[in-house]
């Protein structure tokens, strides 16, 4: 009877994508306990209930493990990329670089993901390691909370790649006029980084193929930040992206105004707030900003 019970549990198991290491182990498990103690067959309950639990709990610790790994990933992607975009700054003047990027339709596309995937990638990877965190107490989440930590990791780790792809883009346009030094140090920095991000996904892949089976609706960012977010702004996530969105937007205005440079630092600024709020219209139901 023990026998047909382990094989019911491992087809279960196989079935909710448990991956084989895991499940032989578990399978073991369970043979050796049953064998030491026939009677706990009938205790054991049913095997599609244990191997629900078990993909339950794998799915959940191996989407908040996901999302730590990813963030200290991108960690040290972001400092990279912050390294080499000040060198290439401090070389090349701001406006030969925005001329060329508006030179032809490529330069252009590269130069609008160098802008704006660095802060997807750092907004989806914070996210993903809060809500890990909010949740790290309870075993098993339902299959939706999960998923929205699926979700945020694959497009922080996703968009730190597009960042690192995109930088060295920016390089190869201004090799002739960079420090010798600078291009292979670019080359370098990107292709550790992007290597260092596809090992992180890795786990991502595995764990995503484990099917968590408890229902229930996951929370949205006001869920996430919590007493952070002020109680009239609560329960309207337009509002909150669009005070983001300012808070964005002046945070980029500022230094321009005391450098004396208003409108230009009124127009990036501007230009932030509206990806700040395109963003927030694209990926807010997907990352589960908003319900």
């Known amino acids: 009877m023990s026998d047909g019970y382990t094989r019911e549990l491992g087809a279960e198991l196989r079935r909710l994508g448990v991956p084989a290491a895991r499940r032989r182990r578990l399978l073991l498990e369970t043979e050796d306990h049953l064998r030491s103690d026939p009677g706990a067959l009938s205790r054991f309950g049913s095997a599609a209930d244990i191997a629900r639990q078990c993909a339950d709990e794998l799915g959940t610790s191996g989407a908040r493990r996901v999302s730590i790994t990813a963030f200290a990933a991108l960690a040290f992607a972001g400092l990279l990329f912050g390294v080499l975009m000040l060198a290439v700054f401090a070389t090349v003047p701001r406006h030969t670089i925005l001329c060329c990027a508006t030179s032809s339709a490529p330069r252009s596309v590269a130069f609008a993901v160098l802008v704006v995937a660095p802060q997807v990638a750092f907004v989806s990877g914070v996210l993903a390691v809060v809500r ?18 699926r979700r945020r990791s694959a497009v922080a780790l996703l ?69 952070v977010v002020p109680a009239p702004v609560r329960g309207h996530p337009w509002v909150f992206a669009g005070i983001c969105a300012l808070a964005v937007a002046l945070v980029v205005f500022a230094p321009g105004l005391v450098a004396d440079d208003g409108y230009d630092a009124a127009l990036r600024g501007a230009a932030e707030a509206i990806a700040c709020l395109a963003g927030f219209a694209v990926l807010g139901r997907f990352l589960s900003l908003r319900s």
């Open 132 to 149: 890990a965190v909010r949740l790290r107490r309870r075993a098993a989440l339902p299959r939706s909370e999960v998923n929205v930590l």
């Open 159 to 227: 968009s730190g790649a597009a960042t690192m792809a995109a930088l060295v883009a920016l390089v190869v346009q201004f090799a002739s006029v960079l420090p010798g030094w600078l291009v292979p140090a670019s080359y370098a920095a990107a292709s550790a980084s992007v290597l260092l991000l596809a090992a992180a996904s890795l786990p991502l892949v595995v764990t995503s193929r484990v099917r968590v089976q408890t229902a229930g609706a996951a929370g949205d960012v006001f869920s996430d930040l919590g007493p």
